[in-house]
């Protein structure tokens, strides 16, 4: 069985990547201690290949051993990294005056002609590595292949840029080290308090590479990037495609539509003129170009009782909240390059900033910074032109305030914020989402336990779900534990919670009283008529995927959903419609992979053997199986029963309420 298997897998499975991105650069000489350095171009920037070794009074050595210092850098305290007195553990850099003489000279803990990185400096060697990159994550695109922990699911580092991020660990302000081989942690030259600053981390068990903040005091690794800027060098990055506006009539009036997940929305701020509504500094052309300022109230229409629709024409609304909440956590899970607000930001009209990239526009919604206008002492102020635009949601707090999106200049992300009803801010019409009728057909399956409805398609021989399982079973997930991921995305369940089977199943199924507990067609959690596949019809659907040519992996997958820089364009062509669920891991509850793997529980386990599951994910053309012994949770379809007759598994809403 295990050779058929892996002989299936050796057919279905794609060949690896090779990563060729290295882009080296001449070794540098810190003149202060003689050390060289290893250093590699990255996009437009030259970064040191090694963490910092340089001995700054007071740094450390990881549990105090000198030959840590060699292999892994030093540990240095904010304050250290900046070179400063350690009063400024505790005193933002900010009150410093560095135009006066005795400031003149100032230089922070690398080499003169290099700088402790910024977040801007950060966040564009990210985007150039998530752009780039052919590893399944930024993370893995710059960790070194060894000495990291390893993780199951995780895969080794790639390195393919030369980074060379090695595990270097911490030494948090209690003074004990940890972590070394597990993670490592880069200052940034950024605070965000008077006792906070900025650092990058990098850990065994996750693809990503994150921005968080700490204590000054905690000591972690230095990198240097070069005070200049080079020439990219081959492979360029591919350029951001420019979404092109689907233009619509509406009212009869031609309007310019985006599709952005499973939104529509208008292109352009709304420009009705209404009471209560504004033109930026009180001029027409402004209200052109940036559309209109509203009041909450004048954007609800209040006076009209119109409701959430608001000042929107018919068959649009004043989004809500959790409209915006889904825009954001959709482009979260597809580019985790850049941040949402970079992604929303048009791509020119913006002040830049140090501490954000330009805007991007990568998905067409052209965010303008057409300001915001406020009441002082009765007298209108209007700011933001350039740096700022915020938008109502059709959701107030209470009579005095209400929730607003926003996008300033100098923060890559989409913020929501609370304002009084009396400020003026854009709003952006969002199209009504469709009626059930509209998503499902006669072919859909309804779920009496819950009232959950399903796509369905005909894959070969075989109906499958065309959407994962989201029934509520004790013991199942949804993803970071939010509500809106379980819509989404469905529901993450541990395989002998899927499978209703003990908890111990996997462990102690060898003796006489769980022999045939899994059978032939085991339903587990999926609903009446239908059953957890089997490996026969998992394999099928590999073969029926094969067959359209367009790519395995690429067949199976949703066309949207998944992060960008896929190895593929994903097409469905089989239907299937295998969105990036991602995981849950049982040995420390953390969700991982959202936008970038797929994983499915299969019914075989037990006997001696894990739990057995199939797998796509963002980097890879194949569709493989693996066993798990970890109770995670993962993605669960169902597959239609032949013996059972079609009106006792498959029922529209319809027929349901005519019972």
């Not at 549990?63 to 400024?88: F, H, P, Q, T």
């Not at 752009?131 to 393919?160: M, N, Q, T, Y």
């Not at 959709?330 to 002040?351: C, F, Q, S």
């Not at 295998?578 to 849950?584: E, F, H, I, M, Q």
Request: proline share 5%.
């Amino acid at each position: 069985m295990r050779n058929l298997a892996a002989l299936l897998m050796a057919f279905l499975c794609g060949a690896g990547t090779a990563f060729a991105h290295v882009l080296k650069m001449p070794d540098f000489k810190d003149k202060r201690d003689g050390r060289v350095y290893k250093t590699v171009q990255i996009g437009e920037q030259r970064w040191f290949a090694e963490n910092l070794r340089f001995d700054i009074k007071g740094s450390w050595c990881y549990d105090n051993k000198k030959s840590n210092c060699e292999k892994y850098g030093r540990l240095y305290d904010w304050s250290m990294a900046m070179r400063v007195i350690d009063y400024y553990n505790y005193h933002p850099l900010a009150e410093v005056d560095f135009t006066k003489e005795e400031w003149k000279r100032y230089h922070d803990a690398c080499p003169a002609g290099w700088r402790v990185p910024s977040n801007k400096d950060w966040k564009k060697l990210k985007r150039y590595v998530g752009r780039v990159g052919k590893s399944d994550g930024v993370g893995i695109s710059l960790k070194s292949p060894d000495i990291w922990e390893k993780e199951l699911r995780i895969p080794a580092g790639s390195d393919e840029f030369g980074f060379n991020a090695i595990p270097a660990g911490e030494r948090p302000y209690i003074g004990e080290f940890m972590d070394q081989r597990a993670s490592v942690q880069f200052w940034s030259s950024n605070e965000y308090d008077a006792t906070g600053a900025v650092f990058w981390r990098l850990t065994y068990d996750s693809r990503t590479f994150g921005m968080e903040y700490d204590a000054k005091v905690t000591a972690v690794s230095v990198r240097c990037v070069e005070n200049k800027e080079y020439p990219v060098k081959e492979p360029p990055p591919p350029p951001r495609p420019k979404v092109v506006p689907q233009v619509v009539t509406v009212q009869n009036k031609v309007v310019q539509t985006v599709h952005i997940g499973d939104q529509v929305w208008m292109v352009n701020n709304m420009n009705v003129k209404v009471p209560g509504s504004y033109c930026y500094e009180d001029k027409e052309e402004n209200c052109e170009k940036y559309g209109r300022l509203y009041t909450w109230a004048a954007a609800m229409k209040l006076e009209a009782n119109q409701g959430a629709m608001g000042i929107c024409p018919n068959g649009w609304h004043v989004p809500t909240s959790r409209d915006f909440y889904r825009l954001n956590i959709y482009l979260k899970d597809i580019d985790d390059a850049v941040g949402v607000g970079t992604n929303l930001r048009a791509r020119e009209g913006w002040t830049g900033s140090d501490l954000a990239l330009l805007g991007e526009d990568g998905f067409g919604f052209t965010a303008l910074a057409g300001g915001v206008r406020d009441s002082v002492d009765s007298m209108a102020v209007y700011t933001g032109l350039q740096t700022f635009t915020g938008f109502w949601t059709a959701n107030e707090i209470d009579s005095a305030r209400a929730f607003a999106w926003t996008l300033p200049y100098d923060n890559d992300d989409f913020v929501i914020d609370s304002s009084l009803k009396g400020r003026a801010y854009a709003v952006r019409c969002l199209m009504n989402p469709p009626d059930d009728d509209e998503l499902y057909d006669s072919t859909s399956i309804f779920d009496k336990r819950d009232e959950n409805k399903y796509r369905t398609v005909v894959i070969g021989d075989d109906v499958w779900m065309a959407e994962n399982l989201r029934f509520a079973a004790p013991g199942s997930f949804c993803y970071e534990d939010k509500d809106i991921r379980c819509r989404n995305y469905g529901r993450l369940y541990p395989w002998h919670v899927a499978m209703r089977l003990p908890e111990d199943f996997i462990d102690n199924s060898l003796d006489s009283v769980s022999q045939g507990a899994v059978i032939e067609e085991h339903q587990g959690i999926c609903p009446d008529g239908w059953h957890i596949p089997r490996r026969d019809e998992w394999t099928r659907l590999g073969q029926f995927a094969v067959n359209k040519r367009k790519g395995l992996a690429a067949a199976l997958k949703s066309r949207e959903g998944w992060a960008q820089g896929s190895l593929a364009k994903n097409n469905n062509a089989s239907g299937f419609n295998a969105l990036p669920a991602g995981s849950r891991y049982n040995n420390d509850g953390e969700f991982a992979e959202l936008g970038s793997s797929a994983y499915f529980w299969a019914a075989e386990g037990g006997g001696g053997m894990g739990a057995v599951y199939w797998y796509v994910v963002g980097s890879k053309d194949s569709f493989s199986s693996e066993e798990d012994f970890d109770k995670n949770a993962f993605s669960l379809r169902c597959v239609k029963n032949r013996a059972v007759p079609q009106e006792a598994t498959q029922e529209t809403p319809a027929e349901t309420k005519t019972e």
